[in-house]
């Protein structure tokens, strides 16, 4: 996409956006001021442009939003949400939260000083930035909280057991990525919680195939 007319019209229908004038964003949105890039599925999609932190909008497909190791899911954007703004202020060098791609898109990345520059000149546009990472402060800390009990080991083998229990051997219909978004997990812990499963005989996993060696195992995982 490019800065055309469709594109400053997404971008009005954000609440962030909304109230700024659309004079106002032309002239500070410019060529030098946006990039943007395409992503395939299971891509781990960048906060930067050119190095530097910017403001993610996302026009199509899908991520998923995870804790920095991966271990807590905290969001799924759709096209028309926003992503990175809680860092382009903090000074951090890593971000706080990794974006995996979960179907191929395009997303717009907003350069720092262009954001600054709205900030500086639509006082209501700031007070919105406010409210944005206030709403993200809250989501994130609530996601955390509701992911920290259970083990991941536990939430797979009862997925397994619940879903495929009655079959020796089955192929998985879900990505890895999808399937850590189901079991509200993180991509790196499910792979794990694989691993562990067939450490301790309890699956054999060979891509999307599985096949389950021990039940009672699996049970023990579920109630331990």
Excluded at 1 to 19: C, K
Excluded at 39 to 47: I, K, N, Q, S, Y
Excluded at 76 to 100: K, R, V
Excluded at 197 to 213: C, T
Aim: glycine share 10%.
């Amino acid at each position: 996409m490019t800065l055309n007319d469709r594109f400053f019209r997404l971008l009005s229908e954000n609440e962030l956006f909304s109230g700024v004038s659309p004079e106002l964003l032309r002239s500070v949105l410019t060529d030098t001021q946006v990039s943007f890039i395409r992503f395939v599925r299971e891509e781990t999609v960048p906060c930067t442009a050119d190095g530097r932190p910017a403001l993610g909008f996302l026009l199509r497909g899908e991520l998923l939003r995870q804790s920095e190791n991966g271990a807590v899911p905290l969001q799924t954007l759709h096209p028309g949400d926003l992503f990175g703004g809680e860092a382009l202020y903090s000074g951090a060098q890593t971000p706080a939260s990794n974006l995996i791609a979960g179907k191929a898109g395009e997303a717009a990345l907003l350069a720092k000083s262009a954001v600054t520059l709205l900030i500086e000149r639509d006082s209501g546009f700031a007070f919105r930035y406010i409210r944005h990472l206030s709403q993200q402060i809250v989501l994130f800390g609530s996601r955390v909280g509701r992911y920290a009990g259970g083990s991941a080991e536990q939430k797979l083998a009862q997925y397994l057991l619940r879903g495929f229990g009655d079959y020796k051997t089955f192929e998985l219909d879900l990505s890895m990525s999808r399937l850590a978004v189901l079991l509200h997990i993180g991509r790196a812990s499910l792979y794990r919680a694989f691993a562990s499963l067939e450490q301790h005989g309890a699956v054999h996993r060979d891509g999307k195939n599985v096949r389950l060696v021990d039940r009672d195992m699996l049970l023990q995982f579920v109630t331990q």
